[in-house]
């Protein structure tokens, strides 16, 4: 891993389809949603405006009349790939893909 940080703006986040997958994925299943939107000037700066919040939904969140685009599937299946092609090496250096809790006990 390098030592300088980078970022990746929350525009492109949304825009190469991360910001979908990981409520589709991650934040659905639970009840939430991360919520992403443009600032008022405009679409140059795009910032997370907060989680929505519905976890005593017992069936969680979807994407309640959504049709997806070829776009969309072509994202996620890209990022699908990206995250198969790190476990290999997360396999070996660290023993697992999926980093674990641990808990130290003084």
């Known amino acids: 891993m390098s030592d300088a940080v980078r970022y990746l703006s929350v525009r492109d986040f949304c825009e190469l389809g991360y ?12 009840g939430l949603s991360l919520e992403v939107t443009p600032d008022d000037e405009g679409e140059t700066m795009w910032h997370i405006r907060g989680i929505e919040d519905y976890r005593d939904d017992v069936e969680g969140m979807v994407f309640d009349g959504v049709i997806f685009s070829e776009s969309d599937q072509f994202n996620a299946e890209r990022i699908e790939r990206e995250r198969r092609k790190k476990e290999p090496e997360r396999l070996r250096r660290f023993g697992w893909v999926v980093q674990p809790i641990t808990v130290r006990r003084a």
Do not use: G, I
Not at 19 to 30: G, K, S, V, Y
């Open 19 to 30: 910001l979908l997958e990981a409520n589709r994925q991650f934040f659905h299943p639970l």
